[in-house]
């Protein structure tokens, strides 16, 4: 199914299961964020129709499920997206890469060199928060605002949040834990809006799940709402990829904000040292 050529809020509403999804709206806060969350979709999806853009739906999506070698929510360190499937899909040939050893006592800066490479989706996010003037704490939430990727995709912000938060304030952690659920809502006050690429990613009639709009409402009732918002300001979909950010740059944000344990990532024991040992040992197969 492809989206309406001429989109309008009856037309989406009506996508999105008409009159039973408003009425499954009992919580007034979760009928706010889902009236918050269509008003900026319509405004994506317009853009999206102006430029031509081809929205697949979610059914769409669903469709193609079973023709993957991998499922959408591994983790980015154990799949290449263009090969697991068809060795032939990919023209450069390209499969996961041999890891480098890490050393004994890896430091969040061996994992940025090691195992995220090359990571300039959160390299050039933290350059983009340092040029807007953001506080130290906000570039470091940027620059590990999507490593829980590496590990899963599926709510990377609640893992993300989670490797991280014996080692940073409670304030970064939330920025990353929530920024998951506030890309889905714009937020005019700051320029946010819907991004465009979620309608292809999604499918053009998604709405996000329950526990999203339940964080969504949660967070934009916080006092540090703008540290999580500040990082979908400042999460950057289109690179410049003549831009090289190295992660030498952010060695004093990274001194002076994380708590590198002295036995190294990995091996101090945390509630999350398994999760670091599993970034560090990819290819264990157990
Ligand atoms: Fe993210
Ligand atoms: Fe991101």
Redesign the pocket.
């Given at each position: 199914m492809d989206a309406p050529m001429n989109v309008n809020r009856e037309d989406v509403i009506a996508s999105l299961g008409g009159e039973a999804v408003v009425q499954g709206m009992d919580h007034e806060a979760r009928a706010d964020a889902l009236e918050d969350f269509m008003s900026g979709k319509l405004d994506a999806m317009v853009a999206a129709r102006k430029r031509g853009k081809a929205l697949p739906s979610v059914a769409d999506l669903a469709d193609k499920v079973d023709s993957r070698g991998y499922r959408r929510g591994a983790g980015r360190l154990f799949i290449h997206e263009r090969s697991n499937q068809n060795p032939d899909a990919d023209e450069s040939g390209r499969t996961v890469v041999r890891l480098a050893p890490m050393p004994e006592k890896p430091t969040l800066i061996d994992f940025f060199k090691l195992r995220f490479p090359p990571a300039a989706h959160l390299l050039q996010s933290a350059r983009l928060a340092t040029k807007n003037g953001l506080s130290v704490e906000i570039i470091l939430a940027c620059l590990l605002?999507?490593a829980g990727?590496y590990l899963c995709r599926a709510d990377?912000?609640y893992w993300g949040a989670q490797i991280v938060e014996p080692y940073v304030s409670e304030r970064v952690a939330f920025a990353i834990k929530y920024?998951?659920a506030l890309?889905f809502f714009p937020d005019p006050s700051v320029g946010y809006e819907y991004p465009e690429n979620y309608l292809v990613t999604f499918g053009a009639d998604y709405v996000p799940l329950p526990h999203v709009q339940a964080a969504y409402t949660y967070a934009r009732n916080h006092k540090w709402y703008m540290d999580a918002r500040m990082v979908t300001t400042n999460?950057l979909y289109s690179f410049d990829p003549n831009v090289q950010v190295e992660i030498d740059e952010f060695t004093d944000v990274i001194g002076r904000h994380f708590k590198q344990p002295k036995e190294g990532l990995g091996h101090d024991n945390s509630p999350v040292a398994h999760m670091w040992r599993t970034l560090a040992n990819p290819d264990s197969p157990l």
């Amino acid at each position: 199914m492809d989206a309406p050529m001429n989109v309008n809020r009856e037309d989406v509403i009506a996508s999105l299961g008409g009159e039973a999804v408003v009425q499954g709206m009992d919580h007034e806060a979760r009928a706010d964020a889902l009236e918050d969350f269509m008003s900026g979709k319509l405004d994506a999806m317009v853009a999206a129709r102006k430029r031509g853009k081809a929205l697949p739906s979610v059914a769409d999506l669903a469709d193609k499920v079973d023709s993957r070698g991998y499922r959408r929510g591994a983790g980015r360190l154990f799949i290449h997206e263009r090969s697991n499937q068809n060795p032939d899909a990919d023209e450069s040939g390209r499969t996961v890469v041999r890891l480098a050893p890490m050393p004994e006592k890896p430091t969040l800066i061996d994992f940025f060199k090691l195992r995220f490479p090359p990571a300039a989706h959160l390299l050039q996010s933290a350059r983009l928060a340092t040029k807007n003037g953001l506080s130290v704490e906000i570039i470091l939430a940027c620059l590990l605002h999507d490593a829980g990727q590496y590990l899963c995709r599926a709510d990377h912000g609640y893992w993300g949040a989670q490797i991280v938060e014996p080692y940073v304030s409670e304030r970064v952690a939330f920025a990353i834990k929530y920024h998951q659920a506030l890309r889905f809502f714009p937020d005019p006050s700051v320029g946010y809006e819907y991004p465009e690429n979620y309608l292809v990613t999604f499918g053009a009639d998604y709405v996000p799940l329950p526990h999203v709009q339940a964080a969504y409402t949660y967070a934009r009732n916080h006092k540090w709402y703008m540290d999580a918002r500040m990082v979908t300001t400042n999460d950057l979909y289109s690179f410049d990829p003549n831009v090289q950010v190295e992660i030498d740059e952010f060695t004093d944000v990274i001194g002076r904000h994380f708590k590198q344990p002295k036995e190294g990532l990995g091996h101090d024991n945390s509630p999350v040292a398994h999760m670091w040992r599993t970034l560090a040992n990819p290819d264990s197969p157990l």
